[in-house]
């Protein structure tokens, strides 16, 4: 696939795109996720708060009780709103955070926090608060740290973190391609996992083809690569899955996720996808060959 590439931070990796796509992503962080908010000043953020906590406090539990319970400052100027989780019990709370990053707004909520873990958890959104920095237009991140967009969590704290990176290609809306991470290990390789399967549907599918099934480490990345590829009524179908099993809460070493599709769809031709297999085959090796760790980012 011809035209520029960039290098996108993520999480705590870097992958190589295409500079024209368009990038969806999304975050987890100690297993919630992490939403990032339109950038703001003072005088907005303030409102943000307000109306979300205004929102709380019309809220009854069924004890007839306010569902909001208070608002807890965090550093950096950050907020963390307290209120119960469910209207019909108050044994959790739900925490929902909002953290300061120059002016961007990160949005975290934490739900179904026990009554006996909120000093703990307040204490970790402070930690949190305190380590989110900005990162500058155009730049990769350096040292530790999660990336979020434009800013960075420049902490190693052990946790199950997590990001999906969706690549919208421009010119092929019938190709979607995705990049994943999070903290863990699968028990099984790709290989051994898909092997039956696999060959199931090479024996049943008219048309279906293995175009690799191997071993496929990228750097010290340890990895499998399955590529299927067929054609049915004149239109060339992909299934591209490459995938690194990972340690157990290990932030250095995750289980990674490449995976690429062309199936049934509103276009009856390749027109909107790859016109050989060569072309589809050049941009996924760009692009897993391009994952790694960012430099100091554990």
């Known amino acids: 696939m011809k035209g520029e590439w960039k290098t996108h931070a993520i999480g705590r990796h870097l992958v190589d795109v ?20 339109a950038p703001c000043g003072d005088v907005q953020f303030s409102h943000l708060v307000s109306h979300r906590e205004a929102q709380l ?25 307290v209120s119960w989780t469910l209207r019909e019990a108050e044994t959790s709370y739900l925490m929902d955070a909002y953290f300061r990053v120059v002016n961007n707004v990160i949005r975290y909520p934490k739900e179904h926090i026990s009554v006996n873990e909120k000093d703990k958890i307040i204490d970790f959104l402070k930690r949190c608060s ?16 999660f990336v979020v ?73 340890q990895a499998d690569e399955i590529l299927v590829a067929g054609t049915q009524n004149g ?6 899955k490459w995938e690194a099993p990972g340690k157990s809460y290990s932030l250095a070493e995750p289980n990674l996720n490449v995976s690429l599709e062309v199936r049934e769809s509103a276009y009856a031709t390749n027109r909107e996808s790859f ?24």
Request: glycine letters at 10%; proline letters at 6%.
């Open 235 to 240: 239109k060339r179908g992909y299934g591209f």
């Open 18 to 37: 295409p500079a024209s796509a368009k990038l969806v992503e999304s975050w987890d962080y100690d297993n919630d996720s992490l939403e990032l908010l």
């Open 275 to 298: 016109s050989s297999d060569d072309e589809a085959l050049e941009l996924w090796d760009t692009l897993v060959n391009s994952i790694r760790l960012r430099p100091g980012a554990v």
């Open 130 to 145: 305190e380590k989110w920095q900005e990162v500058p237009a155009g730049q990769i991140p350096d040292g530790i740290g």
């Open 149 to 221: 967009g434009n800013t960075i969590l420049a902490d190693n704290f052990p946790n199950y973190e997590s990001w999906r990176l969706l690549i919208k290609l421009e010119g092929k809306p019938d190709v979607t391609l995705e990049v994943s991470s999070f903290v863990g290990a699968a028990e099984e390789g790709l290989r051994q996992r898909a092997g039956g399967i696999l060959a199931r549907m090479l024996g049943m599918a008219a048309g279906l083809s293995q175009l690799r099934n191997h071993a496929r480490p990228v750097g010290p990345i």
């Open 57 to 81: 406090r019309k809220k009854v539990q069924k004890s007839g009780r306010p569902t909001f319970v208070d608002r807890t400052p965090l550093t950096r100027n950050s907020v963390a709103l």
